[in-house]
C-alpha cells in the first residue's frame, strides 16, 4: 500500500499557471453554474479527501523560461480540453494526452480532471455521449489509465452531491450498453456500487429510485442481458442479496417501480421470475423473497403496502412447470378433470395465522388505494370465505343476538325511568331489581364499548379518507359508549341533564344496529351505499343548505322591524301568558324557513309586518334555492351515486365483512386459532427433499382451459417424481370416548383418499 493511501491523502501533479490557479479559486466564490446532471437543488459538494500537489512550474520562474500561451495550450491537456474530446467522440483530438500524463505525471482520476461540482469524470462524460451506443474514446482512456497504474480508481470514481454513488458503470447501464458494462466489469468496476444521492432517493422532486445497486438498476430498466451477465461472469459476480440504504434487495426495487399498467406489470413480472430462477440456480438454498427490508418487508408485503396488485397478484399465483423450478411456486396443480381444476396456494405470509399477514395488512392498512380489489385475488378470497363459514358466521350470529338483547335491555331501562330527580332509590321488588341489574349491563357493555373502540382506532388508523370503505360503525360505537357514560355521571351527580344524553345513545344504538348488515350480502351492499351518500352527497348538500338558510335568516330578522319582547326564545306577557315566538327570534326563523324547505311552511305571520313586498322576494328566492334547486340535485346525485358505485358498493361490503373476520380471529384465544386455522399440510417436494407448506386448496371450472390440459393429470402437486403426498396432520384427541375414537378413524379414512377423490366444488363455471 502506498503512503498516501496509508495516510488517507493524495498526492497530485499541479502544472497550471498561477494566474489559471487563482482564477480557479475565484471561481469557487461564484455561484454554482448548472452541471450536465444538476437541478436546483444541486449543492456544491468538494471532496474531503486532503489533496498535496506538486507545482511543476515553480523553478521556471526562477530560471527565467518563458513559455508562450499557445505554445503551451497546444502541449497540455486540462479538464475542459480533455472533457470536449471525449464528448466528441473522436479519438484523433486526443492524440498526445498519453505522452502528456507521462510527462506531467498526471492522472485520469485525479481531481483536476474531475468536475468541481459533480465529481464527474472523463470517463463518465464519455459514457454520457454514446453516438449509436458507442464512443471510441472509452477504449483509450482506458487503456491510458491501466498505463498509469490507477484504473480501479478511475472505473469506480463516482459522483459527489445530489448524484453521489453513481459509478461509470450505473451510466453505462442507464445507456443500455451490454459491451460497455462487460468492458467496465472487465476493468474492475465494482459491481456493489450504490448510487444513494439525492436523485436516486425517493423525495418530492425530480428522481430515479431504482434500489442504487447496479444489478437493480439494470432490472429496473428491463436489460435482462446485463442481468445476467452481472449475476454470473468470470470477474466479480453481483449479489442479489445486497440491500440499498433503505434495505431493498433487487426485488424490492422491482415493487417499488411497478404501476399496475399492463405494459409495466408484464416486464416487471417477467424480470422477478427471471432473477428468482437465476438465484435459485446459483444458490439453491438461499430464499430471495425472505429477506427483509428496514421496514420489516418482504417483496410480496412490500407490494401488498404499496397497493401494486399487478405484480401482488401474480406473485400469489405464481407457478412454475419446470421441476427445478416448481419449489419457488406460491401456487399448484394438485388435479385437473376437464375443466375442472383443484389448486394448491402456499399460505407462507399470507394467512392471519401469522403475525403481520399479507391479510392482516390489507384488512388494517387504511391508506392502501386499492385494497377492496385486492381482497378479490385468489386465493385470499376464498380464504377469507372459509374462515366466514368456518367461524366468523357463527360468532357474528351470537354478536348479533348479543347486540339486540342489550339494545331490548337498554330500551326497557329507559323507557322505565322515574320521573324524580336521579339518581332513582332502588325498589325491593322484581321490577327494582330487574331495573337495577339493567342498569349495570348497561355501565358494563358501554365500557366494554369503549376501550374496545380505543384498541381499534388506535390499531386502524382511521382516516376521513378512508371511512367510506373501512366503515365509521367502530367510531359510532366509541360515540355510542361515551354518551351513556357521560349520561351515567351526569345521573349519579343528581343532575336532569342525563336524560338528553340517555336518549342520543339510545337513538345511536338502534342506528349501530346497522353493523351487522354487513354480515348479509344485500343487506350490506345496501348499508355501504347509506354510507356513501352520508359521507358525500348529504354532507356536501347540507354544506351549502346552511350557508342559504343561515343567511336568509339573518337577511329576514333584519328586515322584520317590529319592537323586539321580552324573553329570547318565549315572550311573556303579564308574567305568566307564553306567547308565540316572532320572526326577530333567530332560531325561530330559521326553523320557520326550514319548514318551507319540506314544504309546511306558513305564510299568514307576514300580515302585521312592515316591507313584505321585500320579504316576498327573500322567501321565493328561498324556496327556489332550497326547496326546487337543492333538494333535486341531492335527488339527482343520490341516483348517480347509486347507479356508480353497484358494483363497487360489493367489494368496499367484502372488505368491510373481512375487518369483521380479522377482528373477531383477533379476539380467538390461541386454541381456537389454531383449532380454526384455515388450509392443509401438504408434501410439495420430492422423494429427495421435503417440502412441507400449509396449503390452501381452490377448486376452479375454467373450460377455456380444458383443451390445454387434456394431458395434464396431476395426483401430485409440486413433484415430477409421481411421490406420494403427505396426509393431514391429524388434529390431537382430547379424549378416550367412542365417539372421538369413531371420529378418529374417519377422519383418518378421509385422509387416505383425499389426493383422488374431488370435493364438492363451490365455485361456478368462468
Known amino acids: 500500500m502506498a503512503s498516501s493511501e496509508l495516510f488517507n491523502f493524495h498526492l497530485e501533479r499541479d502544472d497550471r499557471t498561477e494566474e489559471e490557479r487563482s482564477q480557479c479559486k475565484g471561481a ?10 444538476d437541478t436546483d437543488y444541486q449543492e456544491e459538494m468538494e471532496d474531503n479527501t486532503p489533496r498535496i500537489r506538486f507545482n511543476l512550474n515553480f523553478d521556471k520562474k526562477i530560471r527565467g ?7 503551451r495550450d497546444s502541449n497540455r491537456f486540462d479538464i475542459k480540453r480533455l472533457f470536449e474530446a471525449v464528448a466528441s467522440g ?4 486526443m492524440q498526445g494526452l498519453r505522452q502528456y500524463l507521462l510527462r506531467s505525471q498526471k492522472k485520469l482520476s485525479d481531481t483536476l480532471y474531475r468536475s468541481r461540482h459533480t465529481g464527474k469524470t472523463a470517463l463518465m462524460k464519455a459514457l454520457l455521449n454514446l453516438k449509436d451506443n458507442q464512443n471510441d474514446t472509452i477504449e483509450l482512456l482506458l487503456n491510458i489509465s491501466q498505463e498509469m497504474g490507477d484504473i480501479k480508481q478511475f472505473v469506480n470514481a463516482a459522483y459527489t452531491g445530489y448524484y453521489e454513488g453513481q459509478t461509470a458503470l450505473h451510466v453505462a447501464i442507464e445507456r ?10 472487465s476493468k474492475g468496476a465494482e459491481v456493489h456500487a450504490k448510487a444513494c444521492g439525492t436523485f436516486f432517493q425517493p423525495n418530492d422532486g425530480p428522481n430515479f429510485y431504482f434500489g442504487e445497486l447496479p444489478l437493480s438498476l439494470a432490472a429496473c430498466t428491463n436489460q435482462p442481458e446485463v442481468v445476467d451477465f452481472l449475476m454470473e461472469n468470470q470477474y466479480q459476480n453481483a449479489d442479489a442479496t445486497q440491500t440499498d440504504s433503505q434495505g431493498n434487495t433487487v426485488l424490492h426495487s422491482l415493487v417499488v417501480i411497478a404501476d399496475n399498467t399492463k405494459e409495466n406489470t408484464d416486464f416487471i413480472t417477467k424480470m422477478y421470475d427471471h432473477i428468482l430462477t437465476t438465484t435459485a440456480r446459483l444458490h439453491p438454498k438461499l430464499r430471495l423473497e425472505d429477506i427483509k427490508n428496514k421496514n420489516g418487508l418482504t417483496p410480496l408485503k412490500m407490494a401488498t403496502k404499496a397497493g401494486k396488485i399487478g405484480l401482488f397478484s401474480h406473485i400469489l399465483q405464481r407457478e412454475f412447470k419446470e421441476c427445478h423450478n416448481k419449489h419457488l411456486s406460491r401456487k399448484f396443480t394438485e388435479w385437473v378433470y376437464g375443466p375442472v381444476h383443484c389448486f394448491l396456494y402456499d399460505l407462507a405470509s399470507l394467512d392471519s395465522y401469522e403475525d403481520s399477514s399479507v391479510l392482516e395488512i390489507l384488512v388494517y392498512s387504511s391508506d392502501i388505494p386499492n385494497r377492496h380489489d385486492m381482497l378479490q385475488t385468489e386465493p385470499l378470497n376464498r380464504l377469507l370465505e372459509e374462515k366466514w363459514k368456518k367461524f366468523a358466521g357463527v360468532f357474528f350470529l351470537f354478536n348479533f343476538m348479543v347486540y339486540f338483547l342489550y339494545l331490548l335491555i337498554f330500551t326497557f331501562v329507559a323507557y322505565n325511568k322515574k320521573d324524580r330527580d336521579p339518581p332513582f332509590a332502588i325498589e325491593h321488588s322484581i321490577k327494582g331489581y330487574l331495573y337495577v341489574l339493567g342498569q349495570l349491563f348497561l355501565v358494563l357493555s358501554s ?11 388506535k390499531r386502524k388508523r382511521p382516516k376521513l379518507k378512508t371511512l367510506l370503505t373501512d366503515g365509521y360503525y367502530e367510531i359510532l360505537f ?34 349501530n344496529l346497522l353493523y351487522f348488515s354487513r354480515g348479509y350480502r344485500y343487506l350490506g351492499i345496501y348499508s355501504v351505499m347509506i354510507q356513501k351518500m352520508i359521507l ?12 342559504f338558510l343561515i343567511g336568509f335568516s339573518a337577511a329576514v330578522v333584519t328586515l322584520l322591524i317590529e319592537p323586539p319582547k321580552k324573553g329570547r326564545f318565549f315572550e311573556v306577557v303579564n308574567g305568566s301568558e307564553c306567547v308565540k315566538p316572532t320572526f326577530r327570534n333567530i332560531s325561530y326563523t330559521m326553523m320557520e324557513l326550514f319548514k318551507f324547505t319540506i314544504g309546511m311552511g306558513d305564510m299568514e305571520f307576514t300580515e302585521k309586518y312592515q316591507y313584505k313586498e321585500v320579504f316576498y322576494i327573500l322567501l321565493i328566492g328561498y324556496i327556489i334555492l332550497t326547496y326546487i334547486l337543492l333538494l333535486n340535485m341531492l335527488i339527482a346525485l343520490m341516483n348517480h351515486t347509486v347507479d356508480k358505485i353497484t358494483n363497487e358498493s360489493a367489494s368496499i361490503w367484502k372488505l368491510q365483512r373481512a375487518i369483521t373476520i380479522m377482528d373477531m380471529e383477533k379476539r380467538l384465544p390461541c386454541c381456537l386459532k389454531r383449532r380454526f386455522r384455515c388450509g392443509v399440510e401438504r408434501n410439495l417436494g420430492t422423494a429427495v427433499e421435503e417440502d412441507l407448506r400449509y396449503c390452501f386448496r381452490v377448486e376452479e371450472v375454467n373450460w377455456n382451459k380444458w383443451n390445454s390440459n387434456l394431458g395434464i393429470i396431476n395426483e401430485d402437486p409440486g413433484s415430477c417424481d409421481s411421490v406420494r403426498l403427505a396426509a393431514l396432520r391429524s388434529l390431537p384427541h382430547r379424549g378416550r370416548s367412542w365417539r372421538s375414537f369413531m371420529e378418529g378413524r374417519r377422519r383418518h379414512r378421509q385422509q387416505t383418499h383425499e389426493s383422488t377423490e374431488m370435493t364438492h366444488l363451490t365455485t361456478t363455471p368462468v
Open 28 to 37: 469557487q466564490n461564484l455561484e454554482e453554474p448548472r452541471a450536465p446532471m
Open 65 to 71: 523560461v518563458t513559455e508562450s500561451k499557445e505554445e
Open 90 to 93: 473522436d479519438v484523433t483530438r
Open 176 to 185: 443500455r450498453s451490454i459491451y460497455y458494462v462487460k468492458l467496465l466489469v
Open 447 to 457: 365500557c366494554y364499548f369503549f376501550f374496545r373502540g380505543i384498541i381499534d382506532m
Open 478 to 511: 366509541f360515540v355510542q359508549a361515551v354518551l351513556f357514560l357521560v349520561s351515567a355521571g351526569l345521573y349519579l351527580r343528581g343532575r336532569q341533564e342525563y336524560l338528553g344524553f340517555l336518549v342520543l345513545c339510545l337513538a345511536l344504538s338502534w342506528v
Open 536 to 547: 358525500s352527497d348529504i354532507l356536501h348538500f347540507l354544506f351549502i343548505y346552511v350557508v
